[in-house]
């Protein structure tokens, strides 16, 4: 029988592996690693460093394959991601069955936890054949940003929103909330707002050796964070951060 693990492995901080994710590396006789480009390919060799620091299991296999990828300019958002997962999963498949076969554990190390802004839940039910699945969960981007400002993320007994950039940017501050976390901003949708009254918090390589954190008034530190943001992507060929929003009464 053939199991898939899919192993939070926090936000860069070899340090933020729990103890289950570690064993489950450890019983896995295969782990696959995706390249995303040469832009990414630190986030590869991550990877790569996590094995070998916690591998104590000379049965564990390790093969890197070429991740598919998405193209942005599909007007229908939605049918392009459902497109992007279909052929990731086909490419999973094959790399699966050339390595391991129908019999194993194969696993996948997934940045942050694999429940939140992460499809490979999504794309490992469309395997063929059709694995057990099995997640450990992981420190997400979230944890990791409240935890580098030591900000609570909610006020006493209020909610929050978890969103995108491109749904602030479309639709707005949402309704029903003073708290909005904001991940998967492609650009920096927090300019789309009124600043009057906003305070952020923002992060970006969270967990890892370049983390980058700043926070104030959206109104001044905006500005900033834009330039910084910019500064840092043209320095390592991508980025990944989030950000926090609270509107003050």
């Given at each position: 029988?053939?199991?898939?693990?899919?192993?939070?492995?926090?936000?860069?901080?070899?340090?933020?592996?729990?103890?289950a994710a570690i064993r489950a590396i450890n019983a896995a006789d295969l782990v696959l690693i995706p390249h995303k480009g040469a832009a990414k390919s630190d986030l590869a060799e991550l990877r790569q460093a996590i094995c070998a620091d916690v591998l104590t299991s000379d049965k564990t296999r390790i093969a890197?394959?070429?991740?598919?990828?998405?193209?942005?300019?599909?007007?229908?958002?939605?049918?392009?991601?459902?497109?992007?997962?279909?052929?990731?999963?086909?490419t999973w498949s094959q790399e699966i069955a050339s390595h391991l076969g129908s019999d194993g554990r194969v696993a996948l190390l997934i940045w942050g936890d694999?429940?939140?802004?992460?499809?490979?839940?999504?794309?490992?039910?469309?395997?063929?054949?059709?694995?057990?699945?099995?997640?450990i969960p992981g420190i997400t981007s979230i944890q990791a940003l409240c935890a580098a400002h030591a900000l609570p993320l909610n006020g006493i007994g209020e909610p929050f929103l978890v969103t995108t950039g491109r749904r602030l940017r479309e639709g707005g501050w949402?309704?029903?909330?003073?708290?909005?976390?904001?991940?998967?901003?492609?650009?920096?949708?927090?300019?789309?707002?009124?600043?009057?009254?906003?305070?952020?918090?923002?992060?970006?390589?969270?967990?890892m050796s370049d983390q980058i954190i700043m926070s104030g008034e959206l109104a001044e530190a905006g500005p900033r964070i834009v330039a910084t943001r910019q500064e840092a992507r043209e320095r390592h060929g991508w980025i990944m951060d989030s950000y926090i929003l609270?509107?003050?009464p």
């Open positions: 029988m053939l199991t898939l693990s899919l192993i939070g492995i926090g936000c860069g901080d070899p340090e933020q592996l729990t103890l890197e394959f070429d991740l598919p990828v998405r193209n942005a300019g599909e007007a229908d958002y939605r049918r392009g991601v459902d497109d992007w997962h279909d052929a990731v999963a086909a694999p429940s939140l802004y992460d499809s490979s839940l999504r794309i490992a039910r469309r395997l063929d054949p059709l694995p057990a699945i099995e997640v949402p309704d029903g909330t003073d708290t909005v976390v904001v991940m998967l901003d492609g650009g920096t949708a927090f300019q789309s707002l009124e600043p009057k009254g906003l305070h952020i918090w923002w992060g970006a390589y969270l967990g609270k509107r003050r």
